[in-house]
């Protein structure tokens, strides 16, 4: 547990402070990030493939965007409209399945890591109620979990 804790610690030190965008704000008296009960319901249905609820949570016309590093060949890097990353999303319920929350400068940041090991980070951007924008960054391309590999090292 303390290992974990130390590793969470390194992972809030090299991202620094979060970018403020308007699109980023959530619910009223949650200021300058996403609303974390949209978010969380959104992770749920990712996670089962619910792409019926996913529908319901994602705003029209939002935007999907990833490192190509982190698809498959001939993989978008932008996917825009709500029934195109939901069928998506539930195409890759088992890496959303490997998603676990930090907090960094206060604000949620969610790492895809399965076996415990940093694949991606994962922005989740909400606005009036709905999924506004998902963001996939390779967590090695950025370098923000370099050093940190394996529990209570150093």
């Known amino acids: 547990m303390a290992g974990a804790r130390q590793h969470a610690s390194r992972a809030r030190r ?3 402070p979060a970018q403020e965008t308007p699109e980023r704000t959530g619910a009223p008296g949650r200021p ?4 974390p009960q949209i978010v969380g319901a959104f992770l749920t249905a990712a996670r089962t493939g619910d792409t019926r609820r996913m529908l319901q949570l994602l705003a029209p ?3 999907r965007d990833a490192d190509a590093a982190l698809l498959p060949p001939a993989g978008r890097t932008t996917v825009t409209g709500a029934a195109d990353i939901a069928a998506e999303t539930a195409h890759f319920r088992d890496r959303v399945a490997a998603v676990c929350t930090l ?3 206060g ?3 969610y ?3 399965p076996g415990g090991h940093p694949l991606a980070t994962l922005e989740i ?4 109620g709905r999924v506004t924008r998902i963001t996939l960054r390779s967590a090695r391309a950025d370098g923000r979990f370099a050093g940190a590999r394996g529990y209570g090292t150093g």
């Open 111 to 113: 790492v895809i890591a």
């Open 61 to 63: 016309d939002r935007v």
């Open 32 to 35: 300058g990030g996403p609303d």
């Open 14 to 16: 090299r991202l620094g």
């Open 125 to 128: 951007g909400t606005a009036g």
């Open 103 to 105: 907090s960094a400068a």
């Open 107 to 109: 604000r949620p940041l």
